[in-house]
């Protein structure tokens, strides 16, 4: 079984920063591709970003572009979301997930395993 572990959630102001971190344990996903998703509340889960098993690719969602950077360190097997210029719109719940794919993917579906998520909170 794949475990995936968030960290680095919490709260902040806005314009303020924060770096996410995702890190796998398990069956070997260190080259598959690997996402972040976020949940608000009385919302659907969202796609934020995307990296590709190599790194070589990225996909962001429009509402984050030129503000959240995804990278990857397979060698930690730890992927990154770097969330720069934060706005009230940001607070979610927070979720990296993986599955055995190496290009990018951004529906929900396409991914086979979650970790349980960290809250993300930007106050006005």
């Known amino acids: 079984q794949v475990q995936l572990v968030e960290s680095g959630g919490g709260l902040v102001q806005a314009g303020g920063s924060l770096r996410l971190s995702c890190a796998a344990s398990?069956?070997?996903?260190?080259?598959?591709?690997m996402g972040w998703f976020r949940q608000a509340p009385g919302k659907e889960r969202e796609f934020v970003a995307a990296?590709?098993?190599?790194?070589?690719?990225?996909s962001y969602a429009d509402s984050v572009k030129g503000r959240f950077t995804i990278s990857r360190d397979n060698a930690k097997k730890t992927v990154y979301l770097q969330m720069n210029s934060l706005k009230p719109e940001d607070t979610a719940v927070y979720y990296c997930?993986?599955?055995?794919?190496?290009?990018?993917?951004?529906?929900?579906?396409?991914?086979?395993?979650w970790g349980q998520g960290t809250q993300v909170t930007v106050s006005s």
């Open positions: 398990g069956r070997t996903f260190s080259y598959y591709a």
């Open positions: 997930a993986t599955g055995q794919t190496l290009i990018v993917r951004v529906t929900p579906t396409a991914y086979d395993y």
């Open positions: 990296i590709s098993g190599s790194g070589g690719s990225t």
